[in-house]
């Protein structure tokens, strides 16, 4: 079996990988170690509106609700409103990810793309130093598939990166463990989405909750890894929603368990080799959010590899057209709010309830993590300014070092 | 008998992979969709079972 390019993993950054590469004429293998696309979910499926802009998806069958703001309550629950009143404009949707990663795959497919279930990635296929494809199981058979590209679009737990050389292994601080619950019957009358933070409530993390529709949400929970205990996750989100009026009376129609990666993206490129996705850590370290770098890398990594293949040039120097871009894109932004995060790991509860009264009348323009730092920054103690200076001038050095 | 191995629960594991990117080892894959340590490479450092959201890993003897 001889492809021009392998990917593994049919979540949404391998199926938009695939269906731009796919659309330059590459020949292109998805494989997936499950039995179904988008099955099961692992995700809290909030959107923001950007996606209509791309046009990579169709239709409407994606989308559970939609999303008409946000509401941050610090630990006093004081409330943050970033509202579309003040955006002049819907916020993001609330989607069902298993149809959303369904229509992904199908547009790549329509595009050329063949995808392979049930088949599992178990090792790189090398002569000496050179990636030449990848090994796989299938049932009970073990398959040779051989690709002069190898995307490595295996989600957080990747090993296609390890393989390869890169040390994709997460430090627990750079881990979200994540538990949520669909709750149905539950008393949510608006489209906002809110967000609840706390060293009680979610150490280094948030709770959620996600209207998908009327009387039905996503409520979840993300905390840092560094500061878990076995099952700690699903117990706190237990607590959350026993003590949560409005869902006295509900009822879980679904449970998942998932981890998202807050941290500094790794090297996304190597001879024959591309990481992509959560494999590459394309996640705001701040809100945890990801599909959208998916949707946007995914079509640079489609577009350079296409292009590598009419060139028949697979040298990381070619491929690195892609991580150009992809910094360019959001690779600054990844990095800025890694650093806030850092920072408000060192704050208390006391100074989020502070920061949440001096912003709490705020008519915010825009509802992004970046218009809400630059108020944040404006309200900051001193001391955590001077923090995040030192923090910002170690990172600078290091750069500066490579 | 040294330090408990960890040991996933497969009836409980729902595969979300948190484990498999937090073992500083690789010592951890996925067997059947589910996360299935190798006792060999398992240095018993636990951070595996306590990243796990919903308690499926717990340390046992060998």
């Known amino acids: 079996m001889k492809y021009d390019v392998v990917i593994i993993g049919s979540g949404p950054a391998g199926s938009v990988t695939a269906r731009f590469a796919a659309d330059g004429e590459a020949k292109v293998l998805v494989i997936e170690r499950r039995a179904e696309v988008g099955v099961p979910i692992l995700c809290g499926e909030g959107i923001s509106r950007k996606i209509d802009e791309w046009k990579i998806i169709e239709g409407k069958r994606w989308i559970a609700g939609?999303?008409?703001?946000?509401r941050i309550y610090s630990p006093d629950k004081t409330c943050v409103t970033l509202g579309a009143e003040q955006a002049g404009d819907e916020t993001g949707y609330v989607v069902y990810r298993d149809i959303f990663d369904q229509?992904?795959?199908r547009n790549a497919i329509k595009a050329g793309a063949t995808f392979m279930m049930n088949t599992q990635a178990i090792g790189l296929i090398k002569e000496g130093d050179k990636i030449k494809g990848v090994r796989a199981k299938r049932f009970d058979g073990e398959l040779k598939i051989e690709a002069d590209i190898v995307v490595g679009a295996d989600g957080v737990e990747s090993k296609i990166?390890?393989?390869?050389?890169i040390d994709t292994r997460l430090d627990p601080k750079d881990l979200e463990t994540c538990a949520q619950y669909t709750l149905t019957n539950i008393?949510?009358?608006?489209?906002?989405?809110?967000?609840?933070?706390?060293?009680e409530i979610a150490p280094g993390g948030y709770v959620w909750v996600f209207p998908k529709g009327k009387n039905i949400a996503n409520v979840g929970i993300g905390i840092l890894a560094s500061l878990s205990e076995a099952g700690r996750a699903k117990k706190l989100l237990d607590d959350f929603i026993a003590k949560d009026p409005r869902m006295k009376n509900s009822s879980p129609i679904r449970f998942l368990a998932g981890a998202v990666p807050v941290a500094n993206p790794v090297e996304t490129v190597r001879d024959n080799l591309i990481l992509?996705?959560?494999?590459?850590?394309h996640v705001d370290p701040i809100t945890g959010g990801g599909l959208t770098h998916c949707l946007e890398g995914g079509k640079i990594a489609g577009e350079v590899i296409a292009k590598a293949v009419k060139a028949k040039n697979f040298s990381q120097g070619f491929l690195s057209e892609y991580e150009t871009r992809w910094k360019e894109a959001f690779g600054q932004k990844i990095k800025r709010n890694y650093l806030v995060k850092e920072l408000m790991l060192d704050m208390d509860d006391k100074t989020f309830n502070k920061l949440a009264n001096a912003l709490k009348d705020v008519k915010f323009e825009e509802i992004s993590t970046h218009s809400l730092v630059k108020e944040v920054a404006k309200h900051l103690p001193i001391s955590a300014k001077l923090n995040a200076l030192i923090k910002y001038r170690?990172?600078?050095?290091?750069i500066k070092k490579k | 008998m040294g330090k408990p191995k960890a040991n996933v629960d497969k009836k409980k594991c729902l595969a979300c992979g948190g484990c498999i990117s937090v073992c500083p080892q690789d010592a951890i894959s996925w067997i059947g969709n589910k996360a299935e340590v190798n006792p060999e490479k398992c240095i018993s450092c636990a951070i595996c079972i306590r990243t796990c959201p919903i308690g499926a890993i717990s340390g046992e003897g060998y």
């Open chain 1, 161 to 165: 990166g390890q393989w390869a050389g």
């Open chain 1, 276 to 281: 992509i996705g959560d494999a590459a850590r």
């Open chain 1, 66 to 70: 939609r999303m008409d703001g946000a």
């Open chain 1, 187 to 199: 008393d949510v009358k608006d489209a906002y989405c809110d967000f609840y933070l706390g060293k």
């Open chain 1, 394 to 398: 170690k990172e600078i050095k290091e």
């Open chain 1, 103 to 105: 229509e992904l795959a």
